[in-house]
T-cell receptor, first 116, second 109 residues
């Protein structure tokens, strides 16, 4: 099956710093990538949807200037958490969808962020 | 508004059968998904239903009734490794996934 990777899998940073998370589709071209956040014991919360070569569409309540998303190629999307604060500590998961396969999303393994 | 309902937690015995229900109200329907998520890991795909009826895949089966806005995931011959959260998600008319809060399944020996 299709493989999506995320890097890093774990990151610990100081408050006020920025953190970049990469999401890569390894064996297919992802026209659309999704970024989710999941707090402990809660379900996935969609943060934004990004299409290759265009600006991301953010969900209501998600600050686009704080969570910068770049989908520069058909195999790579990045999420940058700018000026991270302890409340940004969460599990960030990306998923990717191939063109023409709207019913299938492939999930990355997730990135656990801890902001001290 | 859009809404997905599933039980918060269920408990079952190893070797038994369990059914996890999901009801939904969404703007449009382009299919219903079930995902399994172990603690600390990303979700993994289990099933996709877009037509009414039962889809069987090994020990797992998924059922859909579009007229009732209802689905269930049936797990047979439960194993300890099936302890996980099971997420129901519906793809709406914009092809966006609407997620349920998940059902935590606890398997006891």
């Amino acid at each position: 099956g299709a493989v999506v990777s995320q890097h890093p899998s774990w990151v610990i940073c100081k408050s006020g710093t920025s953190v970049k998370i990469e999401c890569r589709s390894l064996d297919f071209q992802a026209t659309t990538m999704f970024w989710y956040r999941q707090f402990p014991k809660q379900s996935l919360m969609l943060m934004a949807t990004s299409n290759e070569g265009s600006k991301a569409t953010y969900e209501q309540g998600v600050e686009k200037d704080k969570f910068l998303i770049n989908h520069a190629s058909l195999t790579l999307s990045t999420l940058t958490v700018t000026s991270a604060h302890p409340e940004d500590s969460s599990f960030y998961i990306c998923s990717a969808r191939a063109g023409g396969q709207v019913e299938t999303q492939y999930f990355g393994p997730g990135t656990r962020l801890l902001v001290l | 508004g859009q809404n997905i309902d599933q039980p918060t937690e269920m408990t079952a015995t190893e070797g038994a059968i369990v059914q996890i229900n999901c009801t939904y109200q969404t703007s449009g329907f382009n299919g219903l998904f079930w995902y399994q998520q172990h603690a600390g890991e990303a979700p993994t795909f289990l099933s996709y239903n877009v037509l009414d009826g039962l889809e069987e895949k090994g020990r797992f089966s998924s059922f859909l009734s579009r007229s009732k806005g209802y689905s269930y995931l049936l797990l047979k011959e439960l194993q300890m490794k099936d302890s996980a959260s099971y997420l129901c998600a519906v793809m709406d008319s914009n092809y966006q996934l609407i997620w349920g809060a998940g059902t935590k399944l606890i398997i006891k020996p």
